[in-house]
């Protein structure tokens, strides 16, 4: 009995952290994205080693010297804004799954995904490992966290919609000249994808009923889904943006609007790029698009952006995942076999063991007959 109980012990324990699932070969179009991303990489560096190769370190620091510190706090300001937008990315989707998590663990999560998404590239099919080794331990499905990345994609891809919209009809000169096309092509760009919008609006209003592909079932978001992402989609981009406008010099500063408009572009191009962190492609492309500005203070601005933006929550990012891993270990040695870490002896059981050794039967027989004569 005892062994079956401790059997009994060690399948729980198992149950406690989800496996991850068994891994398909990679496959040649896995490794051909490695290779278009470190391709983009090296070409848009070269690119970018052209425009500054007149810069030197003194026009870097001194770029970095004329950054008051209340912009610095500001700057700060928004990368807070835009990981609190990723963090409700998320909340969104698990609304929608009907899921009810901790907001807490949804922020650290999230951060975690983005941090280490952003960073490394491909953030889609990163990010999809990093969240189901999260979530998979709250019960979700490999279907659910499939479901949950592909929601905070179209998200983001909703804000950049929606943003693009408004940019490219309130500056259409600007994308007319970063794109090489005329104004009214740019402005009519713009009306159509607010038209999409608006037409995923109508759709959630309508409630369309749901769609089975391959026996899984997706259910189109309803209003409450919907307005959600209509807020938290463009913050994150307005934050993001906010760092590198705050960090540039007031003098041949554009303003927000056109640094937003920029922003855009080189960060969409940047992730369809897959470099890692986008690494170059950002920077090449906000250079061409704002010749007026110093080369040395926007490049200083953009390192200011990587910094706040992908560096320093990368850190944090990288740290949180060792404390989570540890903590995962620790529970699957707790359970196995009732041993907890601290002393490696077995925890008592829930209930008493019928099976008691020998030794210890004529012990507790002597103690309830007590003392007597001798025989």
């Known amino acids: 009995m005892r062994m079956a109980r401790e059997a009994s012990q060690r399948e729980n ?26 391709t983009a990489a090296f070409v848009a560096g070269y690119l970018l080693y052209k425009e500054l190769s007149g810069i030197s370190p003194r026009d870097i620091s ?21 990981y609190a937008a990723l963090a409700w990315y998320d909340r969104i989707a698990l609304l929608h799954l ?12 999230s951060f975690t995904t983005y941090a280490l998404a952003h960073n490394i590239g491909a953030s889609v099919f990163s990010g999809a490992a990093v969240r189901y080794r999260a979530y998979s331990t709250k019960g979700l499905s490999a279907a659910e966290v499939g479901v949950l990345v592909a929601i905070t994609a179209f998200t983001f891809t909703l804000g950049n919609v929606l943003l693009g919209g408004w940019v490219l009809i309130g500056e259409p000169q600007l994308a007319a000249n970063l794109l090489h096309v005329s104004v009214g092509v740019a402005r009519g760009v713009g009306i159509a994808m607010l038209v999409a ?9 309508l409630e369309l009923p749901p769609l089975t592909i391959r026996g899984l079932r997706l259910v189109y978001p309803r209003m409450p889904i919907v307005l959600r992402q209509l807020i938290a989609a463009p913050l994150e981009l307005i934050g993001a943006a906010a760092i590198i406008y705050f960090a540039m010099p007031s003098q041949g500063n554009p303003g927000y609007f056109v640094v937003l408009a920029v922003f855009l572009a080189s960060f969409t191009a940047a992730l369809i790029s897959h470099a890692p962190g986008g690494i170059g492609v950002l920077e090449y492309l906000f250079i061409k698009a704002m010749p007026e500005v110093p080369k040395a203070d926007l490049l200083v601005a953009l390192l200011v952006f990587r910094l706040l933006y992908l560096l320093v929550p990368l850190a944090i990012g990288l740290v949180v995942v060792m404390m989570f891993e540890k903590g995962q270990l620790t529970e699957t040695l707790r359970s196995r076999d009732g041993r907890t870490p601290a002393d490696g002896k ?20 002597g103690q309830r007959q007590g003392p007597g004569p001798h025989r």
């Open 98 to 109: 009907r899921k009810k998590l901790d907001w807490l663990f949804i922020s650290i999560t």
């Open 197 to 205: 919008v608006a037409l995923y609006i109508l759709g959630a209003w």
């Open 346 to 365: 077995s925890s008592p059981s829930s209930s008493p063991s019928n099976v008691i050794r020998l030794d210890e039967a004529v012990q507790r027989r």
């Open 62 to 82: 001194r770029s970095f010297a004329r950054i008051p510190p209340g912009h610095w706090a500001l700057a700060i300001c928004g990368t807070f804004l835009a």
């Open 13 to 38: 324990g198992r149950q406690l952290v989800t496996p991850l699932p068994s891994r398909k070969p990679r496959g040649w179009t896995d490794y051909a994205w490695s290779v278009i991303g470190i």
